[in-house]
Nanobody, 125 residues
């Protein structure tokens, strides 16, 4: 079964930074577009951004644009989500997701066929 593994979550103060990693289990990410999502208790899963398989193109939701950056290192078979200037409303479980080829609606969860288990991010003073 193809799956992804997120890591790097934790507790951070408002204004702080975290870098999340997304690594595959049992396959390589070279041909996959990657999306990042988050979900807080009782709320809908929210698309944060995505990156093309080559890493040449990224898209971000308005809520995180300018604070979050997605990058990938295909040689290391890893995708990253750099989160800066974190706010309490960023508290959520963060997921990465993969879909082969080019994705059109990259902030929509149903676009992706492979998911990780999530990593918790808590922003609190």
């Amino acid at each position: 079964q193809l799956r992804l593994v997120e890591s790097g979550g934790g507790l951070v103060h408002p204004g702080g930074s975290l870098r999340l990693s997304c690594a595959p289990s049992g396959f390589t990410l070279d041909y996959y577009a990657i999306g990042w999502f988050r979900q807080a208790p009782g709320k809908e899963r929210e698309g944060l951004g995505c990156i093309s398989s080559s890493g040449d193109d990224t898209n971000y939701a308005a809520s995180v644009k300018g604070r979050f950056t997605i990058s990938r290192d295909n040689a290391k078979n890893t995708v990253y989500l750099q989160m800066n200037n974190l706010k309490p409303e960023d508290t959520a479980t963060y997921y990465c997701a993969a879909e082969p080829g080019t994705v059109m609606t990259c902030l929509t969860a149903l676009t992706y066929r492979v998911w990780g288990q999530g990593t918790q991010v808590t922003v609190s003073s």
